[in-house]
């Protein structure tokens, strides 16, 4: 394959989708890198139980990587880590509740690489980034410290340059729609009510001369997007010189 698989997940999830999400993938290609991002709660003490849970379950699996957060940390926070730690320049992003039903889903993405950045299915619950793509277009933003909009600041940030993330389609995958999530306050359905507030104030406002793209309203930006991890591409470019 030429891509790595990132999930995110957290104890809430551990038994009712994350194994079975787990099973699924290796059953149909044991050798493919999977990158793990194990979320705590938030304002609760990791649980050490779950923690040896989840190591004894990926222990099963070969090319599992878990990267444990004691504190909760935001979606991008995650997802940037997962793809600093990931080997491959292709990244599946795929939400703990996802549903497969197509035993060759992986293949069939695999066909649909093209080092560029695209939704699956019309959904960021499953996903294929580049990640030298993104760190050009810039990495997701780390100041939403929850969960929530980090699909819509990045759409914008490929609209600012009169480009869309591309949408393509495979059979037999789709988002459950959990509503699990940890213990922060919430704002719309399951996402926090601190990254809705901080990036339609702070980062974008509305204006009619705007870009709607993914917001109900056109807004325009008023924030710089971060320069996280400028050395990342340094070492990309002189890992094999090493």
Same mark, same amino acid.
């Given at each position: 394959m030429n891509y790595s698989i990132a999930i995110m997940t957290f104890n809430g999830r551990f038994d009712s989708c994350f194994k079975n999400l787990i099973f699924k993938i290796k059953s149909m290609d044991s050798s493919i890198e999977i990158i793990v991002g194990v979320n705590g709660n938030y304002k609760e003490e990791f649980d050490q139980n779950f923690r040896k849970n989840m190591l004894l379950f990926l222990s099963e699996y070969d090319n599992v990587f878990p990267i444990f957060f004691p504190k909760f940390r935001g979606c991008s926070k995650i997802w940037n880590t997962m793809f600093i730690h990931s080997s491959n320049d292709n990244i599946l992003f795929l939400s703990d509740d996802v549903c497969i039903t197509n035993d060759n889903l992986l293949r069939d993405v695999n066909t649909l690489i093209d080092n560029t950045t695209f939704k699956l299915n019309n959904s960021f619950s499953h996903f294929v980034c580049n990640r030298k793509q993104i760190a050009d277009y810039g990495w997701f933003d780390e100041r939403l410290i929850g969960f929530g909009e980090e699909d =819509?600041?990045?759409?914008? $940030?490929? #609209?600012?340059? =009169?480009?869309? /993330?591309?949408?393509?389609?495979? !059979? =037999? &995958?789709?988002? +459950?729609?959990?509503?699990? #999530?940890?213990?922060?306050? %919430?704002?719309?359905?399951?996402?926090?009510?601190? !990254?809705?507030?901080? /990036? *339609?104030?702070?980062?974008? +406002? @509305?204006? @009619?001369?705007? /870009? %709607?793209?993914?917001? #109900?309203? @056109?807004?325009? $930006?008023? #924030?710089?997007?971060?320069? &996280?991890? @400028? +050395?990342?591409? *340094?070492?990309?470019?002189?890992?094999?010189? &090493?």
């Open positions: =819509g600041d990045m759409m914008y $940030r490929f #609209a600012e340059r =009169g480009q869309n /993330i591309q949408d393509k389609y495979v !059979n =037999g &995958l789709w988002d +459950v729609g959990m509503t699990t #999530a940890s213990n922060y306050e %919430k704002g719309v359905g399951k996402y926090s009510k601190f !990254n809705r507030d901080w /990036i *339609f104030t702070n980062k974008y +406002v @509305p204006d @009619p001369n705007g /870009i %709607k793209c993914m917001f #109900a309203e @056109p807004h325009k $930006r008023i #924030a710089d997007n971060v320069n &996280l991890y @400028p +050395v990342e591409s *340094f070492y990309w470019e002189n890992y094999n010189n &090493l």
